[in-house]
């Protein structure tokens, strides 16, 4: 089993920045990836970013290219998302995942072994 704490979520402004942090424990050996999935109320939960934790290739979904930035720290088994130049529709909850059955990096919810709780972020307009 894995365990996966989200941290960081919060209210901030339009145009505004937050850090997500995740923290990873238990049986994290055979982590192939890592990612960030949010759902906002009455939507499915969505793709947000993946990256590798063997080799650091990521992935992004559209709406967040240029503005988002996964990032892990394999000593503290710890991924991070940096969210800059956040908007009202980046509202939601954000989960984050782990991966254990493949290597790929991917955005299929279903290919995701552990979830963690999840982190509100609400940006206000």
């Known amino acids: 089993q894995v365990q996966l704490v989200e941290s960081g979520g919060g209210l901030v402004q339009t145009g505004g920045s937050l850090r997500l942090s995740c923290a990873a424990s238990?049986?994290?050996?055979?982590?192939?990836?890592m990612g960030w999935f949010r759902q906002a109320p009455g939507k499915e939960r969505e793709f947000v970013a993946a990256?590798?934790?063997?080799?650091?290739?990521?992935d992004y979904a559209d709406s967040v290219k240029g503005r988002f930035t996964i990032s892990r720290d394999n000593a503290k088994m710890t991924v991070y998302l940096q969210m800059n130049s956040l908007k009202p529709e980046d509202t939601a909850v954000y989960y984050c995942?782990?991966?254990?059955?493949?290597?790929?990096?991917?955005?299929?919810?279903?290919?995701?072994?552990?979830w963690g709780q999840g982190t509100q972020v609400t940006v206000s307009s």
């Open positions: 995942a782990v991966k254990e059955r493949s290597p790929g990096v991917s955005g299929w919810r279903g290919g995701y072994d552990y």
């Open positions: 238990g049986r994290t050996s055979s982590t192939n990836v």
């Open positions: 990256i590798g934790w063997s080799i650091a290739i990521t």
